[in-house]
């Protein structure tokens, strides 16, 4: 009887789900508004304006497309006994838990990225291609995909085994060693992920002397902020869209500027955006986010381990006791609603600290200038100016460009 319960409620989220995020990126998408905002109109004419438009509904009919055969299949998956099924197969085809467990996330792992292969290849080759933005050859998605299943099951594969072996270890209150474990890694990952996991897909140039690199030094050495790993990204082979990211903490914090920002922005309006990013080291943003994502962590694991003390929970996907895989799969169903409202104040304080950011970079640089580079951006990659609030309070990371560009304004 209980697990009937656990089923009913598993399968129940799985709609939720689907339907809330369907429902949000509906309003969203149609809340385009027919005029242009006065203070971009130096920007968009008419006719880019409503590519901007075609472009943000044919992503989100994809989008939708995709999402629905995901649901369909794995409601059926649920009424039909699939994991358990699947648990059946791996079971018999090893009598190692290490075995089966790892046998039976790469069947899911390649099955799911099976179905979406084609609306990955239609979305880069047809979408992206038809609005100018792709660059990405043939052999570079096919070797992106052969790099990401490597990746997957190397990194992925040791990530379940130590995952397995603490749960295998401790009968009782593995949550806490797994917790210290998983956020070492994660430590780790962030510290290194420009030396290590970048150059398996891209190329990171350090960035030459030049007024543009002395430019970014001098403001460095004005705000006090130490920063000698800057890199250029070759993006421009996959995307023509332009994009920055930080990484590392204390001597390993690295920049890594797009080629195609370089390309597209002025010295002073790379300087701004890298103002905005030292923003948030100086409001301790980045410890800070770093912290509370660990606390989430720690609760996360221990959810996990409540999951798989319940019998009834394995039972629900189709198996006569607790199964280590099936209790996973059915734990990332039932977090989702916790993993929405802890994503939800971890949003509000995101888009509190880009503006704690922007109006530090408007007081060490010129707002001029970040402005600027702001509206390109969203212009280039044609971005949706009018997002809908609610889709913005549930989703959005970063304010919206034009509350941005209110609160940035000189006067």
């Not at 200038?369 to 390109?376: E, G």
């Amino acid at each position: 009887m209980a697990s009937n319960t656990w089923f009913v409620i598993i399968f129940t989220l799985v709609i939720f789900n689907y339907l809330f995020s369907t429902v949000l990126n509906f309003i969203n998408a149609r809340n385009w508004k027919s005029d242009i905002p006065s203070n971009m109109k130096d920007f968009y004419d008419e006719k880019k304006y409503q590519k901007a438009r075609d472009y943000g509904k044919e992503k989100e009919r994809m989008s939708f497309i995709g999402s629905t055969i995901s649901l369909v299949l794995m409601l059926l998956m649920l009424s039909y006994n699939g994991f358990g099924i699947l648990n059946d197969f791996v079971t018999s085809y090893s009598e190692s838990i290490y075995v089966q467990t790892g046998l039976f996330f790469l069947v899911l792992f390649l099955a799911s990225d099976l179905i979406s292969l084609p609306f990955s290849w239609y979305n880069t080759f047809i979408i992206e291609e038809k609005y100018g933005f792709n660059k990405t050859t043939y052999k570079t998605f096919i070797f992106d995909k052969i790099k990401g299943y490597l990746l997957t099951i190397i990194v992925g594969g040791g990530i379940l085994f130590g995952i397995m072996y603490i749960v295998a270890s401790l009968a009782h209150g593995f949550w806490f060693w797994l917790w210290l474990a998983l956020a070492t890694l994660m430590i780790l990952i962030n510290m290194f992920y420009a030396d290590i996991i970048v150059p398996i897909f891209n190329k990171l140039t350090p960035l030459e002397n030049g007024d543009l690199r002395t430019k970014i030094e001098e403001y460095s050495k004005k705000v006090g902020y130490e920063l000698k790993n800057i890199f250029i990204i070759d993006g421009s082979k996959r995307s023509t869209k332009a994009n920055a990211f930080f990484s590392g903490l204390g001597p390993r914090k690295t920049i890594a500027l797009y080629d195609t920002l370089v390309e597209k922005h002025t010295d002073e309006e790379l300087v701004a955006v890298l103002a905005h990013e030292v923003g948030h080291f100086k409001k301790k943003h980045v410890i800070t986010s770093l912290i509370l994502t660990i606390l989430q962590l720690g609760l996360m694991t221990w959810l996990i381990e409540l999951c798989l003390k319940q019998n009834e929970i394995s039972q629900a996907l189709g198996a006569d006791e607790m199964v280590f895989h099936l209790g996973i799969v059915a734990f990332g169903v039932l977090y989702s609603p916790i993993g929405t409202v802890l994503s939800l104040f971890m949003n509000i304080l995101s888009r509190k600290n880009e503006f704690e950011a922007d109006a530090y970079a408007k007081g060490t640089a010129n707002p001029e200038d970040l402005i600027l580079a702001l509206k390109k951006l969203s212009v280039d990659s044609l971005s949706n100016l009018y997002p809908h609030p609610l889709y913005v309070f549930f989703h959005y990371s970063h304010p919206p460009l034009l509350k941005r560009l209110d609160r940035l304004n000189p006067s």
